[in-house]
């Protein structure tokens, strides 16, 4: 095992975990890709603070007894030890190099902790191309690019996939007859990216992105410098920030009529919005409802004429104007109640449903860029057909830039456009 890590059983895990000052650990598992995204970052750290710092993988599927005893249900997950003590956060998932560190530090005197950092070599890395995002936009960016023979990286701040990595069924992405778990979708662009070549850097810290010079930083010590850039960072739905909302995202919550409407057949919705995406939603979700509650927070909608009219004649749809939710509420599955404020008098009041849409719009991630790029009215990067955008030799992919429909067949479409334009250009 590269790195100062040691490999250990069960059996050494008194004296090689419980028996040392420091020790940190990590429980990994086969077949597991936020695994594989943590084992670059945990070896690099290892020649950093190995010597202060007892370094450990163990096995989880091979030491299961001792996984279950010590709670760990997740692959990977990072435990700390000081003085044969668990302390400090446990770190499961897609861990950051970032929260690694600093559950190290918190291992080690203050000053031996600023020692380390200092001596943290930063490493410049060369590619033809980085691509900012591992969603379908990025992903299938990385394979075009790859198969141009291009030297690729794929920088994504979470673990590869995007959305639909979270999308419980997907069923308009052609070439599956019955619907794939995003979940699998999303592996397996991933996995023919890395077949291709595609390199990735995985749950990554971004920062310092020069869109001009084309270079980035990764985890605060890595410079990646390219010939291009593409930028397939997504968008994120504009949450409304009030209470039930993250808990029940995805258990009664939607934020996308197209993947979720067809869970409601016959059933009820309150769609929460009044502007175009809402009301052509709700258009949409009266295909299946048997009925749809508008709450909007304004007296008039803000869609266009043509949709307006169209809901107005629906008579599955009731609207009610002047209203704002203020708390999501769950009962049990396919059970949910809305609580509304009616805004002329202050009145609270529960709706009951069977699930709900929230239309307040989305908001494109472009948080990490400073430089001056061309946007939409609405924040989304403008493109040229090519997908470049303003900058020369950066260009944009997927739900990040203005298009009229999001979907991963869009997005798809455009890391193509934006890939076979790059290599026609670099080769
Ligand atoms: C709940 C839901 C369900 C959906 N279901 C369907 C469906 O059934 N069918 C369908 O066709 N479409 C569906 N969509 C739409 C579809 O998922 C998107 O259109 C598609 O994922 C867009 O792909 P993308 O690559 O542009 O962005 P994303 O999938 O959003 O991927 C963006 C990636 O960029 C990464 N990232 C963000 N910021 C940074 C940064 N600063 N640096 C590096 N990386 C960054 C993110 O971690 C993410 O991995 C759904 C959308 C939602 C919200």
Known sequence: MAGKIKEIQAADFEKEVLGKERAVIDFYSTECPPCEALAAKYENLSMIYGDDINFVKIFRQGNKDLAAELDV????????YENGKRVGKTLTGGILRSDLMEGLDALLPAEKAEELHAKIEQVVTNADTVVLGGG?????AGIYLAQAHLNTIVVDTALPGGYVATTHQVSNYPGFVEPQPGMMLSHYMGEQAKANGVKFRSAVDVSKVDLLNKN???DGYETIEAKKIVIATGSRPRPLDIPGEKEYAGQGISYCATCDGKYFEDKEIIV???GNSSIEESLFLSKFAKKITIVHQFDTLQANKE???????????DIMFEHEPREFKKYGNMDMAVVVENLKTGELSELRTNGVFVFVGFIPNLEVFNDEMELDQWGYLKTSETMETNIPGVFAAGDVRTK?????TT???DGTIAAITIS????
């Open 73 to 80: 249900s997740g692959s990977p997950t990072v435990l700390f």
């Open 136 to 140: 379908p936009a990025g992903l299938t």
């Open 216 to 218: 980035l930083v990764v």
């Open 272 to 274: 929460i919005g009044g």
């Open 307 to 317: 949709a307006q009219n169209k809901i107005f004649a629906d008579d599955k749809v």
């Open 404 to 408: 009229q429909y999001r979907q991963i």
């Open 411 to 413: 997005a798809v479409a």
């Open 424 to 427: 026609k250009e670099l080769t």
